[in-house]
C-alpha cells in the first residue's frame, strides 16, 4: 500500500470512526526509563481498550502511532485495536518534531477521505504529540504553528501537545492549537495519562450528537510555568 494510500482496504464495519494519531518522541534523549516507561503505557492502554468491556470504543476508536527521532515513520497504519499488537519503540537519533507532526496531520487528512469515499462517519480526528526534547534546528516551528491553528480552527483535528521531563514547554505553547495548551507530564506517568487517553476517547465514541464532552480531571499533569 502506497503511503495513506487505503483505496485498497475496505471498512471492517460502519460505526462512526474516531482516529486517534499517537505521534511520539523516540530520539536519543528518550533513552532508558523513558522510552520503557512509555512502552508500558502503550501496551497497557491497548489491553486496556482491546480486553475491556466498551464494545462500542472498540469497534469506533482507530489508532495510528507515528514516531520520530533523525526521522520519521508511520510504525502503525489505522486500525482498530483488535487489529493489531502494540509495536515496540526504541530510540533513534535527534528530534525531527515538526516533521513528525505534519506527517500525522497528513495521515488525518487522508483517512478522512478513505472515511468519505467509504461512507463512514467519523469524529473529529486527535493528533497527540508526546515529546521530551527541543525540535532540531533545521525544523521550521512557525509554520508547523500557523498549520496547527488553521487547522485546528477549520475543524479538522484535535491537537494535544503533552511534554515529558525536559522538553521545550515554550515550543510547545507555540503550536499548540488555540484554547488548548500544552500539558507537562509528571515524571513518566505514562500510564496514568493513557489510561486518562482511554477513558476519554471513550467517552468521545459514545457521545450522542450534539452532546457536550466532559473528560475526567487528568491525575497525570504538572502544573508550569513560561518564562
Excluded at 48 to 73: A, N, P, T
Excluded at 125 to 145: C, F, H, K, R, S
Aim: charged share 30%; net charge negative; proline share 5%.
Amino acid at each position: 500500500m502506497a503511503f495513506n494510500d487505503f483505496t485498497a482496504e475496505s471498512p471492517e464495519n460502519f460505526e462512526q470512526k474516531c482516529l486517534c494519531v499517537l505521534t511520539l518522541d523516540v530520539s536519543g534523549s528518550m533513552a532508558g526509563n523513558p522510552i520503557s516507561q512509555l512502552n508500558a503505557g502503550l501496551l497497557s492502554f491497548h489491553t486496556e481498550i482491546k480486553d475491556g468491556d466498551d464494545e462500542v470504543l472498540r469497534d469506533r476508536l482507530e489508532l495510528s502511532i507515528i514516531e520520530f527521532g533523525s526521522k520519521v515513520q508511520c510504525i502503525q497504519e489505522p486500525a482498530l485495536v483488535d487489529n493489531f499488537d502494540m509495536p515496540k519503540l526504541s530510540v533513534k537519533g535527534t528530534t525531527k518534531m515538526v516533521d513528525g507532526v505534519r506527517a500525522a496531520i497528513e495521515k488525518v487528512e487522508a483517512r478522512k477521505e478513505w472515511y468519505k469515499s467509504t461512507e463512514q462517519p467519523y469524529y473529529r480526528p486527535w493528533i497527540i504529540l508526546i515529546t521530551d526534547g527541543a525540535p532540531d534546528d533545521d525544523q521550521d516551528v512557525a509554520a508547523l504553528a500557523e498549520e496547527i491553528k488553521n487547522g485546528a480552527t477549520e475543524k479538522k483535528f484535535v491537537f494535544l501537545a503533552v511534554g515529558v521531563k525536559g522538553a521545550d514547554m515554550k515550543t510547545l505553547s507555540k503550536i499548540a492549537q488555540p484554547g488548548m495548551p500544552p500539558t507537562k507530564l509528571q515524571g513518566f506517568k505514562f500510564s496514568h495519562f493513557f489510561r486518562w487517553l482511554s477513558n476519554s476517547m471513550g467517552t468521545i465514541t459514545n457521545k450522542q450528537k450534539g452532546e457536550k464532552v466532559a473528560f475526567e480531571k487528568p491525575d497525570w499533569m504538572e502544573e508550569f510555568t513560561i518564562d
